[in-house]
């Protein structure tokens, strides 16, 4: 792999709710529509905001995480999308400078331009006050410009600009416009796959980019260095895993499909909400997503449940994580309180809740890892389990945060609420996949 430059921004914000998401899909949209080639990655764990970023650009959206996947890691993704891509855009997660590690960590780490999305609403000269912290607070990375969103007028736009540095411009104002904005639940976006008007709604943010952007503003060119994305054996050449995804299975990161087929697995997707039988397979993945949306679907379906029955009876490996896991529990109590019976297969009750329940990274060492290479991943729900299970292991937090997520096995079966990222540790996730409880790398 060869080294080359490649135009690239990180969209960052002072805070969450700033508006980065609809920005990065303006930018990708208004440049994959001119004929570029765009390619778009998201700081952070995440799942529905890349879907709708996927749409703006027409690539699949990866994840640059230095805790889940680790420098090298990110700096490979970055290399392979920047041989044959016109455009890279990063968007950032929470604040510029929130969590640990950063959006700005990760701008540093591989000299990212950033451009900053200020919420301009509701303030006027402050606006550059808050820009010029956000330029000044560390030194090690290059604040490239400003965007004003949801300004009320061209001369608000005019206003907020005026306070700015002549070395931190102002890209582009845009308007407020409340037909512009995207519909969120509990977990946040709704999905990509579940809005129609979803293309127009691209497109009207790309002209909003278009008629505002700055004439003669110019993306940096920032050279990436090669890396081999996957560096490992084929150890589950010729098996066939199965993977759900749809609108109730839907929290796939697309690095945890490449990791499976770089092992040399077959991957077979499947639709249980289109009632669509589980493949013949050597495993299972039951990935995250919204089965208490889709409860009645799910239990509808005239062989799903017994399919996971038969699957596991067989004594065939089955990762059910967060979502999936709930799926597989004796009932689902929905966030209308509606009480729906779930697989039967995972001993406890499942029950969505008001409050966020977990967040944070996450850690965890599998009985596969070697000694100091845990699986790492991420949680994020809205559900309790009680189950009487005891878990085989139990995460650990980086950042010392509340959120520890259990990991529970019964005979084949492995269940968490875990979203683990598979480059993490190829191995273990090979190791359990193939069946074999003795294996280690």
């Avoid at 960052?12 to 208004?30: E, F, L, N, Y």
């Avoid at 879907?51 to 640059?64: D, K, N």
């Avoid at 009320?152 to 070395?167: F, I, K, T, W, Y």
């Avoid at 966030?335 to 697989?343: N, V, Y």
């Amino acid at each position: 792999m060869k080294e080359k430059n490649c135009k690239a921004l990180l969209i960052s914000a002072p805070s969450s709710g700033s508006g980065k998401t609809s920005v990065t899909a303006s930018i990708a949209r208004w440049h994959a529509r001119l004929g570029l080639k765009v390619r778009v990655f998201k700081t952070g764990p995440d799942y529905l905001d890349p879907m709708v970023l996927q749409r703006a650009s027409g690539h699949p959206v990866y994840q640059l995480d230095l805790f889940m996947g680790g420098l090298e890691h990110c700096r490979a993704l970055l290399a392979e999308a920047a041989l044959d891509a016109d455009l890279i855009l990063v968007e950032g997660v929470m604040g510029l400078f929130d969590g640990k590690p950063s959006s700005a960590d990760l701008a540093a780490a591989f000299g990212l331009p950033v451009l900053a999305v200020i919420d301009a609403s509701a303030m006027a000269q402050t606006f550059g006050a808050l820009a010029l912290g956000l330029q000044k607070f560390r030194s090690d990375i290059q604040l490239c410009g400003v965007v004003a969103n949801r300004v009320g007028s061209a001369g608000h736009g005019v206003m907020v600009g005026e306070g700015l540095p002549d070395d931190l411009p102002l890209i582009a104002a845009l308007p407020r416009d409340a037909s512009l904005t995207l519909p969120e639940r509990h977990l946040g976006l709704v999905q990509a796959i579940e809005l129609p008007g979803l293309d127009a709604l691209l497109d009207g943010w790309a002209d909003a980019w278009g008629a505002a952007v700055a004439p003669g503003f110019e993306f940096e060119a920032v050279r990436f260095e090669p890396q081999p994305v996957f560096a490992t054996s084929p150890l589950l050449l010729g098996k066939r895993i199965a993977v759900a995804q749809d609108a109730a299975f839907s929290f796939i990161y697309p690095a945890n499909l490449d990791c499976l087929r770089a092992l040399g697995a077959e991957v077979l997707t499947f639709s249980p909400l289109q009632g669509q039988s589980l493949p013949d397979c050597d495993a299972l993945w039951l990935p995250g997503g919204y089965p208490e949306l889709h409860a009645e679907t799910l239990n509808q379906h005239p062989s799903f449940f017994a399919d996971l029955r038969r699957h596991l009876a067989a004594d065939k490996p089955l990762l059910a994580e967060c979502g999936g896991m709930l799926c597989l529990a004796m009932s689902l109590t929905d966030g209308a309180g509606r009480l729906h019976p779930m697989a039967g297969i995972l001993p406890g009750q499942a029950m969505m809740q008001r409050k966020l329940s977990a967040l944070g990274l996450q850690s965890i060492a599998w009985p596969e890892c070697e000694q100091g290479s845990p699986l790492r991943g991420h949680t994020f729900h809205y559900s309790n389990l009680a189950t009487p299970l005891a878990p085989i292991a139990t995460a650990s937090n980086p950042n010392a945060g509340k959120a520890a997520e259990a990991l529970y096995q019964q005979g084949s079966l492995r269940a968490s609420y875990i979203h683990h990222y598979f480059p993490s540790n190829p191995a273990a996730i090979a190791a359990f996949f193939l069946g074999d409880k003795s294996y280690v790398s």
